[in-house]
Protein backbone atom coordinates (compact mmCIF):
# COMPACT_ATOMS: atom_id res chain seq x y z
CA UNK A 1 0.00 0.00 0.00
CA UNK A 2 3.39 2.08 0.32
CA UNK A 3 2.65 4.43 -3.02
CA UNK A 4 0.18 4.48 -6.09
CA UNK A 5 -0.98 0.83 -6.99
CA UNK A 6 -3.40 1.31 -10.37
CA UNK A 7 -4.37 -2.40 -9.46
CA UNK A 8 -5.63 -1.66 -5.37
CA UNK A 9 -7.30 0.58 -3.88
CA UNK A 10 -5.32 3.20 -3.19
CA UNK A 11 -5.22 6.08 0.02
CA UNK A 12 -5.79 9.92 -0.99
CA UNK A 13 -3.56 12.40 -0.95
CA UNK A 14 -5.64 13.63 2.40
CA UNK A 15 -5.89 9.94 3.89
CA UNK A 16 -1.96 9.38 3.02
CA UNK A 17 -1.00 12.70 4.81
CA UNK A 18 -3.31 11.47 8.06
CA UNK A 19 -1.69 7.90 7.87
CA UNK A 20 1.89 9.47 7.91
CA UNK A 21 1.24 11.65 10.56
CA UNK A 22 -0.09 9.10 12.92
CA UNK A 23 2.70 7.28 12.20
CA UNK A 24 4.92 9.20 13.13
CA UNK A 25 3.52 10.21 15.98
CA UNK A 26 3.37 6.54 17.26
CA UNK A 27 6.92 5.64 16.37
CA UNK A 28 8.55 8.74 17.81
CA UNK A 29 7.34 7.46 21.12
CA UNK A 30 9.47 4.04 20.73
CA UNK A 31 12.30 5.38 19.34
CA UNK A 32 12.91 8.58 21.21
CA UNK A 33 15.49 7.02 23.84
CA UNK A 34 17.35 5.65 20.58
CA UNK A 35 17.77 8.88 19.20
CA UNK A 36 19.23 10.35 22.63
CA UNK A 37 22.33 8.59 22.48
CA UNK A 38 22.80 8.68 18.88
CA UNK A 39 22.75 12.10 19.10
CA UNK A 40 25.24 12.37 22.14
CA UNK A 41 27.51 10.17 20.43
CA UNK A 42 27.71 11.96 17.04
CA UNK A 43 28.27 15.58 18.96
CA UNK A 44 30.55 13.61 20.74
CA UNK A 45 34.49 14.99 20.13
CA UNK A 46 36.72 11.57 22.01
CA UNK A 47 37.07 8.61 20.64
CA UNK A 48 33.86 6.34 21.45
CA UNK A 49 36.27 4.21 24.12
CA UNK A 50 36.36 2.80 27.25
CA UNK A 51 39.58 3.02 27.06
CA UNK A 52 39.56 7.05 26.67
CA UNK A 53 39.58 8.51 30.06
CA UNK A 54 38.25 11.99 28.50
CA UNK A 55 35.23 9.99 26.53
CA UNK A 56 31.78 10.56 28.12
CA UNK A 57 29.90 8.19 26.43
CA UNK A 58 31.85 4.80 25.14
CA UNK A 59 28.76 2.50 24.53
CA UNK A 60 24.58 1.85 24.31
CA UNK A 61 24.43 0.37 27.71
CA UNK A 62 26.67 2.95 29.17
CA UNK A 63 25.48 5.94 27.68
CA UNK A 64 21.93 4.68 28.51
CA UNK A 65 22.96 4.26 32.57
CA UNK A 66 24.68 7.40 32.40
CA UNK A 67 22.14 9.61 31.03
CA UNK A 68 19.73 7.95 33.78
CA UNK A 69 21.75 8.41 36.62
CA UNK A 70 22.85 12.18 35.59
CA UNK A 71 19.32 13.56 34.12
CA UNK A 72 16.86 10.90 35.18
CA UNK A 73 14.29 8.71 33.03
CA UNK A 74 12.73 11.86 31.22
CA UNK A 75 16.15 12.62 29.75
CA UNK A 76 15.29 9.80 27.28
CA UNK A 77 12.65 11.88 25.77
CA UNK A 78 14.33 15.28 25.82
CA UNK A 79 13.04 17.63 22.74
CA UNK A 80 10.02 15.14 22.69
CA UNK A 81 7.73 18.15 21.98
CA UNK A 82 9.69 19.40 18.72
CA UNK A 83 10.66 15.64 17.93
CA UNK A 84 6.90 15.19 17.78
CA UNK A 85 6.37 17.80 15.82
CA UNK A 86 8.81 16.89 13.35
CA UNK A 87 7.73 13.34 13.11
CA UNK A 88 3.84 14.14 12.46
CA UNK A 89 4.83 17.00 10.48
CA UNK A 90 7.73 15.16 8.51
CA UNK A 91 5.75 11.47 7.79
CA UNK A 92 2.57 13.54 6.37
CA UNK A 93 4.49 15.34 3.91
CA UNK A 94 6.88 12.56 3.17
CA UNK A 95 4.35 10.48 2.28
CA UNK A 96 1.80 12.31 0.85
CA UNK A 97 3.95 13.71 -1.65
CA UNK A 98 5.36 10.35 -2.33
CA UNK A 99 1.85 8.99 -3.01
CA UNK A 100 1.22 11.98 -5.53
CA UNK A 101 4.14 11.66 -7.07
CA UNK A 102 4.29 7.99 -7.69
CA UNK A 103 0.66 8.37 -9.07
CA UNK A 104 1.72 11.15 -11.22
CA UNK A 105 4.62 9.01 -13.02
CA UNK A 106 1.86 6.30 -13.46
CA UNK A 107 -0.34 8.64 -14.98
CA UNK A 108 1.86 10.72 -17.41
CA UNK A 109 4.92 8.24 -18.13
CA UNK A 110 5.66 4.67 -19.47
CA UNK A 111 7.03 3.96 -16.13
CA UNK A 112 5.00 1.39 -12.96
CA UNK A 113 4.33 3.21 -10.01
CA UNK A 114 6.00 -0.15 -8.56
CA UNK A 115 8.82 0.45 -10.30
CA UNK A 116 12.05 0.41 -7.28
CA UNK A 117 13.66 3.00 -8.87
CA UNK A 118 10.67 5.17 -9.58
CA UNK A 119 10.33 4.47 -5.55
CA UNK A 120 13.71 5.83 -5.17
CA UNK A 121 13.35 9.08 -6.82
CA UNK A 122 10.08 9.84 -5.74
CA UNK A 123 10.94 8.45 -2.16
CA UNK A 124 14.10 11.03 -1.68
CA UNK A 125 11.89 14.11 -3.37
CA UNK A 126 9.28 13.51 -1.18
CA UNK A 127 12.29 13.63 1.99
CA UNK A 128 13.64 16.27 0.78
CA UNK A 129 10.53 18.29 0.66
CA UNK A 130 9.57 16.96 4.01
CA UNK A 131 13.04 17.78 5.56
CA UNK A 132 13.07 21.29 4.17
CA UNK A 133 9.54 22.33 5.61
CA UNK A 134 10.56 20.48 9.08
CA UNK A 135 14.04 21.30 9.48
CA UNK A 136 13.74 24.54 12.06
CA UNK A 137 12.29 21.67 14.16
CA UNK A 138 15.07 19.17 13.71
CA UNK A 139 17.60 21.63 14.51
CA UNK A 140 15.29 22.68 17.84
CA UNK A 141 15.14 18.74 18.60
CA UNK A 142 18.92 18.45 18.36
CA UNK A 143 19.46 21.61 20.34
CA UNK A 144 17.50 19.67 23.27
CA UNK A 145 18.51 16.53 22.90
CA UNK A 146 22.00 18.09 22.90
CA UNK A 147 21.48 19.75 26.79
CA UNK A 148 23.02 18.43 29.66
CA UNK A 149 21.84 19.86 32.98
CA UNK A 150 21.67 22.57 34.13
CA UNK A 151 19.33 23.25 30.98
CA UNK A 152 19.71 26.15 28.55
CA UNK A 153 16.37 25.99 27.08
CA UNK A 154 13.62 25.90 29.39
CA UNK A 155 10.96 25.62 27.03
CA UNK A 156 10.09 25.20 23.22
CA UNK A 157 9.17 28.63 23.44
CA UNK A 158 12.08 29.78 24.93
CA UNK A 159 14.71 28.14 22.87
CA UNK A 160 12.79 29.96 19.60
CA UNK A 161 13.30 32.84 21.08
CA UNK A 162 16.94 32.91 22.53
CA UNK A 163 17.65 31.28 18.92
CA UNK A 164 16.43 34.06 17.55
CA UNK A 165 17.84 36.88 19.44
CA UNK A 166 21.05 35.79 19.32
CA UNK A 167 21.71 33.72 16.50
CA UNK A 168 19.26 35.48 13.89
CA UNK A 169 17.08 33.41 12.12
CA UNK A 170 19.03 31.66 9.89
CA UNK A 171 19.99 29.55 12.80
CA UNK A 172 17.10 27.27 12.49
CA UNK A 173 18.18 25.98 9.14
CA UNK A 174 22.07 25.10 10.29
CA UNK A 175 22.86 21.58 8.46
CA UNK A 176 20.37 21.64 6.08
CA UNK A 177 22.78 21.38 3.55
CA UNK A 178 24.05 18.13 4.27
CA UNK A 179 20.76 16.51 5.16
CA UNK A 180 19.38 17.28 2.21
CA UNK A 181 22.16 15.83 0.28
CA UNK A 182 21.60 12.70 2.87
CA UNK A 183 18.16 12.49 2.87
CA UNK A 184 16.96 11.88 -1.07
CA UNK A 185 19.49 8.74 -1.44
CA UNK A 186 18.35 7.81 2.32
CA UNK A 187 14.77 7.71 1.53
CA UNK A 188 15.38 6.83 -1.72
CA UNK A 189 17.12 3.62 -0.45
CA UNK A 190 14.41 3.20 1.89
CA UNK A 191 10.91 3.42 -0.50
CA UNK A 192 13.15 1.42 -3.16
CA UNK A 193 14.68 -1.20 -1.14
CA UNK A 194 11.41 -2.02 0.86
CA UNK A 195 9.40 -2.54 -2.50
CA UNK A 196 12.07 -4.65 -3.87
CA UNK A 197 11.72 -6.76 -0.17
CA UNK A 198 7.92 -6.75 -0.44
CA UNK A 199 7.81 -8.02 -4.00
CA UNK A 200 10.63 -10.59 -2.97
CA UNK A 201 8.81 -11.50 0.30
CA UNK A 202 5.48 -11.76 -1.84
CA UNK A 203 7.77 -14.40 -4.87
CA UNK A 204 9.35 -16.36 -1.49
CA UNK A 205 5.92 -16.71 0.66
CA UNK A 206 3.00 -18.25 -0.49
CA UNK A 207 -0.61 -16.99 -0.65
CA UNK A 208 -1.53 -18.91 2.09
CA UNK A 209 1.60 -17.72 3.95
CA UNK A 210 0.81 -13.83 3.66
CA UNK A 211 -1.52 -13.21 6.52
CA UNK A 212 1.03 -12.20 8.70
CA UNK A 213 1.33 -9.49 6.52
CA UNK A 214 2.01 -6.76 9.71
CA UNK A 215 4.84 -8.73 10.38
CA UNK A 216 6.01 -8.67 6.61
CA UNK A 217 5.76 -5.01 6.69
CA UNK A 218 7.82 -4.85 10.34
CA UNK A 219 10.58 -6.80 8.50
CA UNK A 220 10.81 -5.35 5.22
CA UNK A 221 11.38 -2.13 6.49
CA UNK A 222 13.72 -2.54 9.21
CA UNK A 223 16.02 -4.08 6.46
CA UNK A 224 15.68 -1.62 4.40
CA UNK A 225 16.39 1.17 7.11
CA UNK A 226 19.85 -0.72 8.44
CA UNK A 227 20.66 -0.76 4.66
CA UNK A 228 19.92 2.29 4.00
CA UNK A 229 21.20 4.40 7.00
CA UNK A 230 24.47 2.65 6.46
CA UNK A 231 25.13 3.42 3.38
CA UNK A 232 24.38 7.20 4.33
CA UNK A 233 25.11 8.04 7.89
CA UNK A 234 27.69 10.18 7.67
CA UNK A 235 25.85 12.84 6.45
CA UNK A 236 23.29 12.27 9.65
CA UNK A 237 26.45 13.13 11.53
CA UNK A 238 28.00 16.30 9.53
CA UNK A 239 24.61 17.59 10.09
CA UNK A 240 24.22 17.10 14.05
CA UNK A 241 27.72 18.85 14.48
CA UNK A 242 26.69 21.75 12.72
CA UNK A 243 23.16 22.18 14.16
CA UNK A 244 24.78 22.60 17.44
CA UNK A 245 27.46 25.35 16.08
CA UNK A 246 26.69 28.47 18.59
CA UNK A 247 25.39 26.16 21.24
CA UNK A 248 29.07 25.66 22.43
CA UNK A 249 28.46 26.52 26.13
CA UNK A 250 25.87 23.81 27.10
CA UNK A 251 28.15 21.33 25.57
CA UNK A 252 31.26 22.02 27.30
CA UNK A 253 30.15 19.38 30.47
CA UNK A 254 30.20 16.63 27.67
CA UNK A 255 33.55 16.99 26.65
CA UNK A 256 35.76 19.09 23.57
CA UNK A 257 33.45 21.11 21.75
CA UNK A 258 34.44 22.04 17.92
CA UNK A 259 33.09 25.28 15.82
CA UNK A 260 32.37 24.59 12.08
CA UNK A 261 32.26 26.90 10.02
CA UNK A 262 30.52 25.06 7.15
CA UNK A 263 30.31 21.33 5.55
CA UNK A 264 33.79 20.89 4.19
CA UNK A 265 35.53 22.60 7.18
CA UNK A 266 33.10 20.30 9.49
CA UNK A 267 34.58 17.14 7.49
CA UNK A 268 38.17 18.20 7.42
CA UNK A 269 38.30 18.81 11.09
CA UNK A 270 36.56 15.56 12.06
CA UNK A 271 38.73 13.39 9.33
CA UNK A 272 42.13 15.48 10.97
CA UNK A 273 41.15 15.05 14.21
CA UNK A 274 39.07 12.22 14.67
CA UNK A 275 40.02 10.26 11.80
CA UNK A 276 37.86 7.77 9.63
CA UNK A 277 36.18 6.39 12.52
CA UNK A 278 34.75 10.04 13.56
CA UNK A 279 32.42 10.07 10.40
CA UNK A 280 30.93 7.21 11.83
CA UNK A 281 30.67 7.77 15.78
CA UNK A 282 27.12 6.47 16.98
CA UNK A 283 26.69 4.61 13.81
CA UNK A 284 25.56 1.22 16.39
CA UNK A 285 22.53 2.76 17.74
CA UNK A 286 21.65 4.61 14.68
CA UNK A 287 21.60 1.14 13.02
CA UNK A 288 19.42 -0.14 15.61
CA UNK A 289 16.97 2.85 15.89
CA UNK A 290 16.41 2.53 11.84
CA UNK A 291 15.72 -0.85 12.47
CA UNK A 292 13.40 0.17 14.65
CA UNK A 293 11.90 3.39 13.54
CA UNK A 294 11.63 2.84 9.92
CA UNK A 295 10.38 -0.77 10.46
CA UNK A 296 7.51 0.43 12.51
CA UNK A 297 7.30 3.58 10.20
CA UNK A 298 6.20 1.51 7.30
CA UNK A 299 4.47 -1.02 9.94
CA UNK A 300 1.89 1.84 11.46
CA UNK A 301 1.75 3.32 8.12
CA UNK A 302 0.04 0.26 6.31
CA UNK A 303 -1.83 -0.12 9.23
CA UNK A 304 -3.37 3.18 9.30
CA UNK A 305 -3.57 3.06 5.66
CA UNK A 306 -5.67 0.02 5.82
CA UNK A 307 -7.86 1.13 8.49
CA UNK A 308 -8.80 4.41 6.64
CA UNK A 309 -9.79 1.91 3.26
Known amino acids: ?74 AFWKGHVPAQFLSVGFGAVQFMVFESLTKLVHNVTSYSARDSFVHFVCGGLAACTATAAAQPVDT ?50 QFSFYNILQQFSEWVIPAEGKKAGNVKNLVCGSCAGIISKTLTYPFDLFKKRLQVCGFEHARLAFGQVRIYRGLLDCVRQIMREEGPGGFFKGLSPSLLKAAVSTGLIFFWYELFCSLLC
Not at 5 to 31: F, H, I, M, Q
Not at 45 to 50: M, N, W
Open 140 to 189: LRTRFAAQGEPKIYHSLRHAVVTMYQTEGPLTFYRGLTPTIVAVFPYAGL
Open 1 to 74: MVGYDPEAKCVSTLEAAAAGSAAGLVNRVLVSPLDVIKIRFQLQIEQLSSRNPLAKYHGILQAAQRIFREEGLV
